[in-house]
């Protein structure tokens, strides 16, 4: 299992380049980022956006043209659609969001002709190490999906499942959240727990062990798992944190980051390929972050 991202940062490196597509690159903390990893050998850039912008960011921040592809584009959904465009033909192997809003790349990303739409949900994941947890953990869906049904909560998992192979977990522990560590008719995400546990019980999600509901402490806790008497593989030891709804997840996201100070990266799975999807007041070691794993998933791990 990887321990933190310095880990991920050296198995980038050693998995070797990947070609990265950005969609409206004129942003300094993007470009920070990729900077950090172009010197790290971890991608080969192709910038999409404004060529003014973007060069006058690259000569501010010290980063050399030499090897970098610019694809001048000042409409932001044309940039998007050319950055996805080349991910699709395998020019590239990695899209990545730039300044512009979600929804402009996410509707290239979901078009029938360009897109990348995969067999399963498109969803998102955060990824976590913080001080007072003892390892990496994904946080899913805090920014995508905004009141998933029992279906695409299960499609959720798989997808979390999957990039828990990047972090070196064959068979994650997934704790699904609600308010409480009981099944209550009255509260919805406490149903589908229950049924998420059976699924995996009878195969239906495979490869990871799903137990639930779980309150957020006794998920992450053993010894709040202890005193409230529950007995579980998951309980003080998940992987990953299914939440019941966006407004949860991104509350945890939040006050992951801005209060216990955790080291984070986002991605978009589910997709034909990694997209790399950083909150914008996240900062170049998150997005540094991000890239590095995109380009470990791109490598099919």
Do not use: W
């Not at 991202?5 to 050693?14: D, S």
Request: hydrophobic share 50%; aromatic share 2%; glycine share 6%.
């Amino acid at each position: 299992m990887v321990k933190d991202f310095n880990e991920l940062l050296k198995l980038a490196q050693e998995r070797g380049k990947k070609v990265l597509s950005v969609a409206a690159a004129e942003d300094q903390e993007v470009l920070l980022a990729i900077k950090k990893a172009v010197e790290l050998d971890i991608v080969k850039p192709i910038l999409v956006g404004n060529q003014d912008k973007i060069l006058e960011i690259m000569r501010d921040i010290g980063l050399k043209q030499d090897g970098i592809d610019i694809i001048h584009k000042d409409d932001k959904v044309q940039a998007a659609r050319i950055a996805t465009e080349f991910v699709r033909s395998g020019k590239a192997e990695i899209l990545m969001k730039g300044l512009l809003d979600t929804s402009i790349l996410m509707k290239q990303v979901l078009d029938k002709e360009i897109g990348l739409r995969g067999e399963n949900i498109i969803s998102h994941v955060a990824i976590f190490h913080v001080a007072t947890y003892h390892k990496i953990f994904i946080v899913t869906d805090p920014a995508m999906i905004l009141a998933p049904d029992l279906n695409q909560k299960k499609q959720i998992i798989e997808n979390a499942v999957n990039l828990s192979r990047v972090l070196g977990v064959k068979r994650p522990k997934v704790a699904v959240l609600a308010a409480k560590e009981k099944v209550d008719p009255k509260m919805e995400a406490t149903i589908h727990a229950q049924k998420l546990k059976e699924m995996n019980i009878l195969g239906q999600i495979r490869n990871c062990i799903v137990d639930g509901p779980f309150a957020l402490d006794n998920a992450i806790s053993k010894e709040s798992a202890r005193i409230k008497g529950i007995d579980s593989l998951v309980a003080g030891d998940a992987d990953i944190l299914l939440v019941p709804n966006i407004e949860a997840g991104n509350v945890l996201y939040k006050s992951l980051t801005f209060l216990a100070n955790a080291e984070s990266a986002g991605l978009i799975v589910g997709a034909n390929a990694p997209i790399v999807l950083t909150s914008r007041a996240d900062k170049e070691k998150a997005k540094l972050n991000s890239i590095a794993i995109a380009a470990l998933m791109a490598g099919g791990i």
